[in-house]
C-alpha cells in the first residue's frame, strides 16, 4: 500500500510528538536526535540566521520544516516525497512569504546531520536526492569524525575539517563559518 501526504498529514494529526517523512509512499518514523547532533544544528541555524535574517536573504529552518519535492518521474504524481532536512535555506526571491503548511519546493541548501544512529549511505542518498531535485548545496556534517562534507550537483565532495572554513559563495556571498565553531564547547 503506498501512502501519501494527506495519510501523513492525517497521521501528523494523531501523533504530532512524531518526526515523520514520506519516502516512495512510505512513511518513515524518525526518533528524537541525540543532543550533540541536535546541539551542532542549532548552532548552525544560529550562524546562518545572524547572516541571513540581517540581509533579508531568505529563510532559514530546522528538522520540522517538511518539504514536498517534485517526482522524478512526471506521471507519478501521488508518488511525492515529503522530505525534513536537518537544516536547510531558501532564497528570498524564490518564497517571499511563509506559509502554515509543509511548502512545494527544494530548498537552496540543505543539510543533514549524522546523529549516534545514523548510517552515512542514507544520509548521502538523501542529500544526493535533493541535489538532483534542485538544491544547490547539501551538506553532511558528521560529529563522529567531526568533518563537513559539501556536496554540489556533478561534482567530488570537498571534505572540511577543524581549521577550514565553510563558505558557500554561490548562496552566501561573503558568508564564513569556521569548522571549529559547529561543534558544542566544552564548559569548565
Known amino acids: 500500500m503506498s501512502l501519501t501526504i494527506t495519510d501523513l498529514e492525517q497521521l501528523h494529526t494523531e501523533h504530532p510528538e512524531w518526526q515523520m517523512e514520506l519516502v ?13 547532533s541536535e546541539e551542532i544544528g542549532t548552532r548552525l541555524i544560529t550562524f546562518l540566521n545572524l547572516w541571513v535574517m540581517s540581509r533579508k536573504l531568505g529563510r532559514v529552518t530546522g ?12 506521471d507519478d504524481l501521488e508518488k511525492r516525497n515529503l522530505r525534513s532536512p536537518n537544516v536547510s535555506f531558501v532564497r528570498a526571491d524564490r518564497f517571499k512569504k511563509t506559509k502554515r503548511d509543509f511548502v512545494e519546493l527544494v530548498p537552496d541548501l ?27 548545496v547539501g551538506i553532511l556534517i558528521d560529529p563522529d569524525k567531526l568533518t563537513v562534507r559539501v556536496y554540489q550537483i556533478n561534482q567530488t565532495p570537498v571534505v572540511l575539517e ?9 548562496l552566501l556571498p561573503g558568508w564564513e563559518l569556521a569548522i571549529s565553531e559547529l561543534w558544542p564547547p566544552e564548559f569548565e
Open 24 to 36: 516512495e509512499g512510505k512513511i518513515i518514523v524518525s526518533p528524537p536526535s541525540d543532543y550533540e
Open 162 to 170: 577543524n581549521g577550514n572554513t565553510l563558505i558557500l559563495p554561490d
Open 110 to 136: 540543505m543539510v543533514e546531520i549524522k546523529s549516534k544512529s545514523d548510517r552515512i549511505k542514507p544520509l548521502e542518498e538523501k542529500i544526493q536526492l535533493f541535489l538532483q531535485l534542485g538544491s544547490t
Open 63 to 74: 528538522s520540522s520544516a517538511g518539504f514536498i519535492l517534485p517526482s522524478i518521474e512526471e
